[in-house]
């Protein structure tokens, strides 16, 4: 049992709640014989939907009561007060007295980082956490940090955004040296903000593997590896993204069911659509990390599915084999060690 | 003569020259017959261009010759400072001068903005230029400013923004009310910095049709007109979509063109594929307005062809008609007449 991955899975607080995560949960089962899940919600709810599975008694699995739901409206502070027998907070208290690896849960962002932060603490040498998540790009993936726990970040968390995001992309991807960005606007007259040119500084010398300036653009060329920035600008680039592939795909469907000829040709075309669509299926990048606490937490989409929540469950177990919070605290202490 | 639009055009200055900016005017004389041109460059190279359209003698189009040519690499100060016989300075001198009613220009921007701020000078009660284009959305498009020519927006600035949005949408589209959003992230803890808190409440309070906060998927859910924002912010945002929007159409063309089954089915799908690429065409998107100067400026995409360039001319006959900049004066001092 000792080498079995432990995973906390908040089951109540995603849209779909316990119908996505259950299905999700034995699914990731059956692929990883390494895993071991402990179910966190309402008992007799968990037991009816694993019923339905006819899997009651997997020996990889348990169930963990809770009476609470954090819901979509709660205020971080107020879920956090208030709510202390939720899905969420059993989950990250699981993670913190050593009971499981990792937690996973489709709630309320906010709400999960206040808990993440208050329960597990931060890392040495870390102010703030990041959300960090794969972004697919031509040639694979980017790695996009701060997606929104931040605003205004200074120079000094830009670095250590690329700190974390270094160790993400060497333990989920094992490349040794990733490639990080630093998102700049380029061209126009003023080149960046303050706080950009001096993490620029500061970032050069850290001894990463840092090409410089990136704009948006870049995010899908597959030239850098890890794009580090501000919270309020990751958050609006990957909406962005998200806003105008969505609106290309549904456009495209559209225009294949207009007539007869068009249904036709979207018929031939079905094959080369779904590989295409599967490629870029957003559930495949389902789960974001939240970097720089002591802990493994990872958010899955609010809306996340089965085949989404499942991705967001083998993030989490990648995180735990990799140990990314002790990676991340090594770095950070190396570099401490250069400056002084 | 006196009802003609008079339209400067730097010839030099885009990655095409004149090779994209002639035809385009020649296109666009031909479309719109109240238009007179200005071409602004070599005048050897203009009239053997023009020459080879057999097009030396349109009485609607005339030569304006210059002696330099501001680069991508010129830093703004030193082409202010330096290039005062450039084809883009003479373009902004002639709309100082009153010989020309716009002027459309393919280079720097930074330059180009440096350019008209210097020589035009700003609109009183505006403290800073914003770069304003229309993106394609679901239902049409969505306006969006600023896209790079400010970072580190105060609230005041935001709100600047917000009148010159409105009435280029009014102008353009003739939308009466245009609504207008103020970009935000949403449902994380943090909502919005300092800035976009201040401005939510002056905007809130200027007689817009204001919807509230917009996310970065909310510009292409076509629910709202204008999106305001910090040119950082603008910018990255901006270049994110139209970098996923090539991926994907690189990628949906490569999944066509991969064996003689997907081939065949390119074939059958072509018309559909085609109507889909016309409609978000970045082409027929192109030209940015710098408002806020006293004086119609239009930023055509450097790498612009023809179709591009005379999209931008277009945008700025439009802008002439409709007499942007003095609507932009009018509507902020009735606001300042209200305030006080």
Redesign the interface.
Known sequence: MNSLFRIALDTMSGDNGLQAVVPAALDSLKKHNDLFLILIGDEQQLKDELSRYKQLSNERLSIRHSTQVVT?EDA?ASALRNKKDSSMRVAINLVKEGEADAAVSAG????L??TGRFVLRMLPGIDRPAICTAIP??TGHTYMLDL?????SSAKHLYQFAVMGTELARAIDGKEKPRIGL?N?G????K??EQVKAAHELIKQGGFNYIGFV???????GDVDVIV?D???G??????????????????KK??T?NI??R???L??L???R??QH??DHRRYNGASFLGLKGIVIKSHGGADRLAFANAISIARKEVMEKVPGKIERHLKKLMETDS
Do not use: W
């Open positions: 979509m971080p309320n962002t906010g709400a980082m206040a790009s031509t929104g726990a931040n605003i205004d998102l606007i061209q126009e007259d003023i960046g903000n704009e948006g653009d870049d995010i899908f060329h920035c919270g309020f600008v958050n609006v680039a990957l909406k962005s993204s998200e806003g105008v592939a969505k609106m290309l795909s549904q456009e495209l225009s294949y207009k000829f068009t036709f040709a979207a031939v075309s094959p080369v659509l590989s295409f490629r870029f």
